[in-house]
Structure formats: structure tokens, C-alpha cells
């Protein structure tokens, strides 16, 4: 069992991490600003339900098989940057168009929960990340359950903070966004948008 003090280590470890500039919390940043900070935190939500599956894929070997096979983890890596890229031209359409945020039809909850979950669960780099960073706090000679154990902690931890990081960027995107909300303003953002997840689609191939 993973002591207090390596737990205490841990969740700094995992704050210090999940508040630096990525993929995810950009992805949080730019769907708050132009749907809202409840939309945001429905994102948010699915980001976390895609960490609660990375975990469990750490902890019983699944992310290490995914990591053996570089045609397998290219394949994810490519349908990744393949759904970022529909999500820059559906945002470029709309800013174009001048229907954003509250001026286009609101997407369903499910369908930002979708958004975040695709986003997380088509990022190999999260399962490689959880087999390097998980195993630097695990009880020297742990192995087996004891192991598997000890990664789900870390697991349940790293997402609470993240999920804690994530809220609270998507509520203050949302919440500054209301206040600016305009339809230039709007279209602004819709353009920045689809910048923003063009050039996530590209570091996801290139890094």
C-alpha cells in the first residue's frame, strides 16, 4: 500500500502536471470559452471518464501491449489528429457562419461528454505518460495485485486533481466568455477554436 507522505508526493506531482499547458486542458479552454462553463464541465466530465479507462488499462497491462505495437499506437495517434481536424473545420464552419456558442444549436450533454471522452481516449500519450509517471511513486518490489492496486490509487487520485484543474479552467473560460459574449466576439472565438484544436491535431502526430 502506497504510504502517505509518497501519496502526499504524488498529488503535488499530479497538480503541478495537470495545471501545465496540454492538449486536454486546451481542449477544456477553447469548448468553455465558446459553449460555457456547464458545457465545459461536461467535457471536463468525459476527459475523466477517458482517465478512469487509461487507468484501468495501466493497471492491468493493456497501455504496455499498446506501447509494444507502434502500428497500434500510430493508428490511435492518427484517428486522433483525424477527429481534431473535423472538430477545427466544424468550428471554423460555424465561426463563418456566425452561428457560435449560444447563437448555433447547442451540442447535447452527450455529445460533450463524446468530445471529451474521443479527446482523452485517442491520445496513446496518456497511457504511455500513466506507465511512466505512475510506477515513479509505486513501493520498491511491488508486483501483482499489490501493483495493479497501487496504480489504481494513483489512478482515482491523478483524476480527482485533474478533474478539479479542468473545472475550474472551464468555469473561468465560461464564466469570462458570458461576459464578453458578442457576435463578433463569438465568431472570434469560434475561429480561435478551430485554430486551437488544428494545431492539437498537429501535435499529436509530430511530438
Not at 504524488?10 to 492538449?23: D, E, H, I, N, R
Request: proline share 3%.
Amino acid at each position: 500500500m502506497m504510504d502517505f507522505s509518497t501519496w502526499i508526493a504524488f498529488t503535488a506531482a499530479s497538480l503541478v502536471l495537470s495545471a501545465a499547458p496540454g492538449p486536454d486542458n486546451l481542449f477544456v479552454l477553447a469548448q468553455s470559452a465558446v459553449y460555457g462553463k456547464k458545457a465545459g464541465l461536461i467535457v471536463v466530465l468525459g476527459l475523466c471518464t477517458g482517465l478512469v479507462i487509461n487507468t484501468l488499462a495501466a493497471a492491468l497491462g493493456i497501455a504496455a501491449l499498446v506501447a509494444a505495437f507502434p502500428a497500434l499506437f500510430w493508428a490511435i495517434r492518427l484517428a486522433g489528429a483525424v477527429y481534431l481536424f473535423h472538430l477545427a473545420v466544424m468550428a471554423w464552419r460555424h465561426a463563418a457562419s456566425g452561428h457560435t456558442g449560444t447563437g448555433c444549436t447547442p451540442l447535447s450533454g452527450a455529445a460533450l461528454w463524446r468530445r471529451g471522452l474521443i479527446m482523452n481516449l485517442t491520445n496513446p500519450k496518456v497511457q504511455i505518460f500513466f506507465l511512466a509517471f505512475f510506477p515513479q511513486f509505486v513501493n520498491a518490489g511491488t508486483e501483482g495485485l499489490a501493483l495493479a492496486g497501487q496504480m489504481l490509487l494513483q489512478g482515482v487520485t491523478f483524476i480527482g486533481v485533474t478533474a478539479l484543474v479542468f473545472g475550474a479552467v472551464a468555469w473561468g473560460a465560461g464564466t469570462m466568455a458570458d461576459r464578453l459574449r458578442s457576435p463578433a466576439f463569438q465568431t472570434w472565438l469560434g475561429r480561435c477554436s478551430a485554430i486551437i484544436f488544428a494545431l492539437l491535431a498537429i501535435f499529436t502526430l509530430t511530438t
